[in-house]
C-alpha cells in the first residue's frame, strides 16, 4: 500500500514521547490510528530477540499474532475493519497474557508484547489512547533517537507503508535482538520461515501482499492460534496456496441448499465487456478462416478454450480474463514454432493482452487474480497416478457442490486429463477448488471416508505449484 498523503508542512507534528503520540492521533481516523500503532509496534518487534526464552515461552508467537492482525486491520479498507474485531480482542488478550513474565523478558521484550496486546486492541476499538500507548511503548523501549524520529516520519504520511525505519537503519540494538530471534526460531521445531518473509518484506517497504495478510487475519482460528506455531505454520502454508490459485470465482457454502456454489462473479463495465468480447470473438473467427493453412484449427488448444469460454453472451469477468491470459500465453510460446509467425495469429495474440489489460484496469480483484496467475510456477504436470485420482474427484465430490459448479469442475477436470501440460488456470482452480472442500470438510468433520482420500489428493495436486 503506497498512499503518500503528505500533511501540509505547517501541520508536521514531532512525534517524541507518548503525550506528542497521543495528541496527534486524538485528531486521526481510527484507521490511522491502528496503522500507527502497528507501525510502531513492528519497530519494537526485534526487541523480542533479547529475551532469550521468547520463543520457547510463547511470548514471541503471542506478539506475532496481535502484530499480523493489527497490521491487517491497519490496511483493510474501513468498511471491513470489524470484520477482524473478534481476532483482534482475542490476540490482544493472549498478548497481553505476557504482562507477568519474569523480569528479563520484561526488560528486554516487553515493549513489543504490550505494543502488539495494544494495536490489537486498537484494532476492534476506536481507542486512540491505546494506539498511543502502544506507539509510546514502543519508541520508549529502543530508547533511541530514530525510534521518534520514524514515528514523526509516519505522521507526515499517514497510511504509507515505507520502510519502517525510512531513510534510517534500524537502530544496531534492534538489529542484534532480531538476529537473536531468528536464531531462536532456526533452533525451533516449529517452521517459523514465514514471519521471517513477512517481517523482513515491511521492514525495507515491499510487504507481502496485504490480501494475504487479511486472508490470515481473518482465517486463522483462535483454535489453530491456540494450538501453537507448528500448528498456524501449516494453516498458513494453506491459505497462500488458496490465494495464489485464486484465479477466479472461489467456492462458497450456502447454508441453505448445504452444497458449495460459486461466488458471485465480479463485473466489469458492459461497454467494456461488450467492446472486449466482440475483439476476441472477431479475432478468433479471422485466425480460423483459413482452413488449418496456418496450422491453427477449432481443435487447436487455444482455439477450445475460447470458444468455451466465449459459448455464453455475457461471460464470466474473471474466468474470460484467465482463459484469454492462458491462451495469449500459449500462442506467445507457439507462433514461430507450433504455428507460423502469421499475421492472424499475432493479431489474435495481441488482441488477448490488450483485452486483459481493459479488463483489469476496470477490476481490482480480476487484476490481482490475473496477476497470481501470472505469478504462479508450475513445479510438475499431472502424472499418470494422479491423473487417475482425479479422474474420481467430480463423482466423489458431486454431492458437495451446485449444478454450477459441478459443471465447470468436472470440466476443468477432463481438460487436466486430456492435455499432456493443462493450462495453469484450469490447474489453479481445481487445486484451490479441491482445498476449500477439504477444508471445509476437515473442519466440519463431514468428509467420512472420504477425508483421507482427499487428503492425498490435495496434498499431491498442491505440488503443482512452486512456493
Known amino acids: 500500500m503506497r498512499n503518500r498523503r503528505a500533511v501540509k508542512v505547517a501541520d508536521r507534528v514531532e512525534i517524541t514521547d507518548r503525550e506528542s503520540a ?6 486521526q481516523d481510527h484507521q490511522t490510528q491502528v496503522w500507527f500503532a502497528s507501525r510502531c509496534t513492528l519497530r519494537a518487534l526485534p526487541a523480542l530477540g533479547h529475551y532469550k526464552d521468547a520463543t520457547k515461552s510463547g511470548l514471541a508467537f503471542a506478539t506475532l499474532r496481535a502484530t499480523i492482525i493489527s497490521a491487517g486491520a491497519g490496511t483493510m479498507p474501513p468498511a471491513e475493519m470489524k470484520g477482524l474485531a473478534s481476532a483482534a480482542h482475542s490476540a490482544a488478550a493472549r498478548s497481553a497474557a505476557f504482562s507477568a ?6 526488560s528486554a521484550a516487553d515493549s513489543a508484547a504490550d505494543s502488539a496486546a495494544f494495536s490489537a486492541d486498537s484494532a476492534a476499538s476506536a481507542a486512540a489512547f491505546a494506539a498511543a500507548f502502544a506507539a509510546a511503548r514502543s519508541a520508549a523501549f529502543s530508547a533511541f533517537s530514530a525510534a521518534d524520529s520514524a514515528a514523526s516520519l509516519d505522521a507526515q504520511y499517514p497510511l504509507d507503508w515505507s520502510p519502517l525505519w525510512h531513510a534510517q537503519d534500524m537502530p544496531r540494538r534492534l538489529q542484534q535482538g532480531w538476529r537473536a530471534l531468528k536464531k531462536q526460531w532456526d533452533e525451533d521445531e516449529a517452521d517459523w520461515s ?15 501482499p496485504w490480501e494475504l495478510t487479511h486472508c490470515i487475519a481473518l482465517e ?5 492460534w491456540d494450538a501453537g506455531p507448528a500448528t498456524v505454520a501449516q494453516k498458513i502454508a494453506a491459505i497462500r496456496l488458496n490465494w495464489r490459485t485464486e484465479i477466479t470465482s472461489r467456492l462458497q457454502f450456502d447454508k441453505a441448499d448445504g452444497v458449495f456454489k460459486p461466488e458471485p462473479s465480479e463485473t466489469i ?9 466482440a475483439r476476441v470473438r472477431n479475432a478468433l473467427s479471422s485466425a480460423l478462416k483459413d482452413g488449418g493453412a496456418n496450422g491453427f484449427t477449432e481443435e487447436s488448444f487455444e482455439a477450445v478454450h475460447l470458444e468455451r469460454v466465449l459459448s455464453d453472451e455475457h461471460p464470466d469477468a474473471s474466468l474470460f ?5 492462458d491462451a495469449c500465453m500459449s500462442l506467445n510460446r507457439s507462433i514461430g514454432d507450433l504455428y507460423p509467425e502469421d499475421a492472424s495469429l499475432i493479431v489474435l495474440k495481441n488482441t488477448l493482452y490488450t483485452g486483459i489489460g481493459e479488463i483489469c484496469e476496470n477490476n481490482d480483484v480480476i487484476r490481482t487474480r490475473i496477476a497470481n496467475l501470472a505469478a504462479l510456477e508450475t513445479r510438475a504436470y499431472p ?7 482425479l479422474e474420481k474427484l467430480p463423482d466423489v465430490l458431486e454431492a458437495e457442490l451446485n449444478d454450477e459448479a459441478r459443471e465447470t469442475y468436472a470440466s476443468d477436470v477432463e481438460i487436466i486429463l486430456s492435455n499432456p501440460k493443462p493450462p495453469r488456470a484450469v490447474r489453479a482452480r481445481v487445486t484451490n477448488w479441491t482445498t476449500t472442500i477439504l477444508s471445509w470438510m476437515d473442519k466440519t468433520r463431514t468428509g467420512d471416508k472420504r477425508l483421507a482420500w482427499l487428503t492425498g489428493v490435495a496434498n499431491r495436486i498442491s505440488n503443482w505449484w512452486q512456493d
Not at 513474565?101 to 520484561?106: C, E, L, N, Q
Not at 514465514?194 to 507481502?208: K, M, Q, R
Not at 480474463?321 to 491470459?325: G, P, V
Not at 502424472?383 to 485420482?389: I, N
Open 22 to 27: 497521543a495528541a496527534w492521533l486524538q485528531t
Open 101 to 106: 513474565a519474569d523480569s528479563a523478558a520484561r
Open 194 to 208: 514465514f514471519w521471517v518473509e513477512w517481517y523482513d518484506a515491511i521492514l525495507i517497504g515491499t510487504p507481502l
Open 220 to 224: 486463522v482460528t483462535d483454535e489453530e
Open 269 to 277: 463495465p458492459p461497454d467494456i465487456e461488450s467492446f472486449v468480447v
Open 321 to 325: 480474463a484467465t482463459t484469454c491470459w
Open 383 to 389: 502424472t499418470d497416478a494422479e491423473k487417475t485420482e
